[in-house]
């Protein structure tokens, strides 16, 4: 199964900066995402990183407020940008095969705090 | 579009005894199933999984759920819980016809209780 490291852990930023979450997968996946959880929520697909080309985004989210980069196979960036109170939340990154019913495998979260 | 929903927030139950965690879905195709488990500043891991088959599956750590279709159920069960079993567990859907994107409920949290 597919490990997954990301970064940073947590963070506290002040409103209206910027942070980005790092995710490196130890092998090649087909699928990454990116989610967030808020507490009492489930949890909530913010998009799928494409490599090489934009990002696929749900409902609810826009590519100006949360870049997403996939320059390769292994690798994603998640930018959270103009950070307001509502952005705290823990970020989790995915990965899968893309091999149908293959099973999402998850990073530790990065815990964000906006103040 | 798919749905889930856990029908209870949190679950206390002291050590050693049996516990079912609840998840019912709504989809108009066929799905696959799964239950995930997180533990604190964790990530999720996956229990087990229900693509298609024996409609009771078995998991890591004792756990094992079974599949009713006629119900839209996925409950989880164990029989004899351990500290170590307390988390927050996540049911959660996808569409069977191809790679899909996962649907996940809102989440139970169990608490063991000495």
């Known amino acids: 199964s597919a490990v997954i490291s990301q970064k940073p852990s947590r963070d506290i930023c002040q409103r209206g900066t910027s942070l980005t979450i790092q995710c490196q997968v130890d092998?090649?996946?087909?699928?990454m995402f990116w989610y967030r959880q808020q507490p009492g929520q489930s949890l909530t697909l913010i998009a799928t990183?494409?490599?090489?080309?934009?990002?696929?985004?749900e409902s609810g989210f826009v590519i100006d407020k949360f870049p997403i980069s996939r320059p390769n196979l292994t690798f994603s960036t998640l930018t959270v940008s103009n950070m307001s109170p509502e952005d705290s939340s823990i970020y989790l990154c995915s990965a899968a095969t893309g091999v149908k019913g293959s099973p999402l495998h998850f990073g530790n979260g990065t815990r964000l705090t906006v103040t | 579009a798919q749905s889930v929903t856990q029908l209870d927030s949190q679950v206390p139950v002291f050590e050693e005894a049996p516990v079912e965690l609840r998840c019912n879905y709504s989809s108009s195709v066929s799905v696959y199933l799964f239950w995930y488990v997180q533990y604190p500043n964790q990530g999720l891991q996956l229990l087990l999984k229900?693509?298609?088959?024996?409609?009771l599956v078995k998991g890591i750590n004792g756990f094992e759920a079974e599949f009713n279709k006629s119900q839209t159920s996925f409950h989880l069960r164990k029989p004899s819980v351990h500290i170590s079993d307390t988390a927050e567990y996540f049911c959660a859907v996808s569409d069977s016809g191809g790679y899909q994107k996962v649907t996940f409920g809102i989440g139970t949290k169990l608490q063991v209780i000495p």
């Open positions: 092998s090649q996946v087909t699928m």
């Open positions: 229900y693509l298609s088959g024996s409609t």
């Open positions: 990183a494409n490599q090489g080309s934009e990002a696929t985004y």
